[in-house]
């Protein structure tokens, strides 16, 4: 959702702040803003659009040594320069940015109204702007402490104020908030990545929790007052890497590291052709799982189908995959020997976490599978598996998902074994293919002028449907989501067998087809639902596996996965839909890193 960064020390601010927008500028691009004090004052700018029409007009002030700024993700008001971050008080003052919803802004801002404030935008944002306002005597930390006891909902907020020239002070209900330590120089932050370079040990504030920064020192106390005593988070991350390596875009590259991130990902994990979680210290909970609960968003979610069916399948134990927004809701029938797995790139989406924090409420174990170190998830949760698949930066997820199917497969072949309901042939022979994943992943990037070439003669469709059966139809919801969410396209996801019970009347000539082929016990059943759709008119693109090409002739396009094993397949047939969501968005004239309307870390509910 919304980025958040801020400095201070000795230091000029301003190249600190740009430069930590620019890494947090995938959480939010509707919009981005700076606040810089400058002796006595706040200077201010913001600007809708990208982070680039603010730098544009933004001139470098050498003498500041403090500010905060923000890359904002609309939830109230449209993307405009007024209602960007930061936000202020009546008089200049005060100026913050914030992450996160403010629930009762309505009522606050009638009251403050009432009491003689202006407000300048339609965000729930500046009631806080306005209520510290209110509190203020002298001492921001006081200000501050007394706004949040009015707020309801989540927030990470980072407050400055014209009267001081050093310090920052930090609050955190429900969203992020990360303090980095340097020496001399201290810095607030929603996302590690944005200070990484910068320092590696942090102070991760928890709920409910405010934080006083100068650049020589940092308080923490909890929201009554009462000090908190921290430990320092050390983090051992590569540096993001801003740069796109010779392609053209994020999503490309991020593409073509599947099998570097595959590789890293299994890495540790498989001993003596077994795969050992043992290192995990979970091997108890594991061995009395009487049904798993999978809870993720989107693109993880669809890991989580694909987690389901191989849990099911390998390790026999009933397995729910649920999207998390829902689940939340849901009357679980909990048990006190049920597991939860939570899978999120950020670790940070709000229902995930919400989701997470019921489980635990309940005495539920939970184990987190995310590719953020130090998220809340990781913290959170009883257990983490991390997804090596270093910093995803196009919003359009790609090679967290293959890593996150990889996990999903060490943890279903390891729970088979430990409940013991399993062939061990089978297992063995899975274990085994888990080691070709990446060659497989990169003989299917070969493909990819051939697929290029397909996104050319479709790119001005208005409308596709992705087929599938069993595992397949996990996939083609993620392909599905890809080609929505880059080219704008109207996809829609089907399992193969139910298209004939209503979808099917939106079948018209032409329409695309993308059908996914890799289950080879359901080709029969899918060239049969395939026939239908071709009799309507349809054109088939099969995305099928290379001993499956002889039951494909009748589609009119093929590309060709290699001889995987299918309960695997799904690692390797996503990569044709990414790249071909890549190029339908490249084609169409969109931004493919930044696609319109989304954020990368999802916050709010
Ligand atoms: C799709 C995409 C989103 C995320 C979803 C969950 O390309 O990126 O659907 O998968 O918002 O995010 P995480 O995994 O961070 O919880």
Not at 45 to 50: A, D, I, Q, Y
Not at 302 to 314: N, P, S, T, Y
Not at 487 to 498: D, K, M, N, Q, R
Not at 552 to 579: H, T, Y
Request: glycine share 8%; hydrophobic share 40%.
């Amino acid at each position: 959702m919304c980025g958040i960064i801020g400095y201070t020390g000795y230091a000029r601010a301003m190249p600190v702040i740009i430069d930590g927008l620019r890494k947090l500028e995938h959480r939010g691009y509707d919009s981005a803003g700076i606040a810089i004090y400058r002796e006595g004052e706040l200077e201010i700018n913001k600007k809708e659009g990208p982070l680039a029409n603010l730098l544009a007009d933004l001139e470098d002030n050498p003498d500041s040594c403090m500010g905060i700024g923000h890359t904002r993700w609309a939830t109230h008001g449209v993307p405009s320069d007024k209602n960007a971050h930061p936000h202020t008080d009546c008089k200049g003052r005060i100026a913050l940015v914030h992450n996160g919803i403010i629930e009762n802004y309505a009522s606050l801002r009638k009251e403050l109204i009432l009491e003689g404030h202006d407000f300048i935008s339609e965000t729930d944002t500046e009631v806080a702007a306005h209520l510290i306002e209110k509190f203020y005597r002298g001492s921001l930390e006081t200000a501050v402490r007394k706004t949040v006891s009015y707020l309801q909902g989540s927030f990470a907020l980072a407050v400055i104020s014209r009267d001081d020239p050093r310090t920052i002070v930090a609050a955190k209900k429900g969203s992020s908030l990360v303090i980095g330590l340097g020496e001399g120089e201290n810095y607030v932050t929603s996302d590690i990545p944005a200070i990484l370079e910068r320092a590696s040990q942090l102070y991760i504030l928890e709920d409910n929790e405010i934080a006083v920064i100068t650049p020589d020192k940092v308080s923490i106390t909890d929201f009554g007052g009462n000090p908190v005593e921290k430990e320092i988070f050390e983090v051992d991350l590569e540096p993001i890497a801003v740069e796109k390596g010779g392609y053209d875009h994020f999503m490309l590259k991020e593409i073509h590291e599947q099998p570097a991130a595959i590789r890293k990902t299994l890495q540790g994990w498989i001993k003596d052709g077994r795969v050992d979680l043992s290192a995990l210290e979970f091997d108890e909970a594991f061995k009395n799982t009487r049904k798993i609960y999978i809870v993720a968003c989107g693109t993880a979610y669809h890991a989580g189908m694909v987690g389901r069916l191989a849990i099911e399948k390998l390790a026999r134990i009933p397995v729910e995959t649920d999207i998390a927004s829902e689940f939340r809701y849901r009357d679980i029938l909990w048990h006190p020997d049920d597991l939860m797995i939570v899978i999120s790139q950020s670790g940070e989406t709000g229902d995930t976490l919400a989701a997470l924090r019921e489980a635990k409420r309940r005495g539920i174990k939970v184990l987190a599978v995310t590719n953020a170190v130090g998220s809340a998830a990781a913290r959170e949760a009883d257990r983490v598996i991390y997804t090596h698949a270093g910093p995803e930066i196009a919003v359009a997820s790609t090679k967290a998902y293959s890593t996150q199917l990889v996990v999903m497969y060490l943890i279903a072949l390891y729970l088979a074994e430990i409940k013991q309901n399993y062939d061990s042939e089978e297992i063995s022979g899975l274990v085994n293919n888990m080691f070709y994943l990446d060659a497989m992943v990169e003989q299917v990037l070969k493909e990819q002028d051939k697929i290029k070439n397909l996104a050319e003669k479709y790119r001005d469709v208005e409308s596709t449907f992705f087929l599938g059966r069993g595992i397949d139809y996990a996939v083609a919801m993620e392909g599905a989501l890809k080609l929505k969410e880059t080219s704008y396209i109207h996809a829609e996801a089907y399992p193969a067998g139910e298209i004939k019970h209503g979808p099917i009347a939106l079948i018209d000539d032409g329409v695309p087809v993308l059908a996914l082929i890799s289950q080879d016990h359901l080709v029969d059943k899918a060239m049969s639902n395939i026939k239908e759709v071709k009799a309507r008119g349809a054109v088939v693109v099969a995305i099928c596996k290379e001993n499956l090409q002889e039951n494909c002739q009748e589609c009119d396009e093929q590309i060709l996965l290699p001889q995987v094993n299918p309960i695997l397949a799904p690692v390797v047939s996503v990569v044709p839909l990414q790249i071909f969501a890549y190029y339908m968005a490249l084609f169409r004239g969109n931004n493919v890193d930044t696609p319109r309307n989304l954020t990368k870390s999802v916050t709010v509910e």
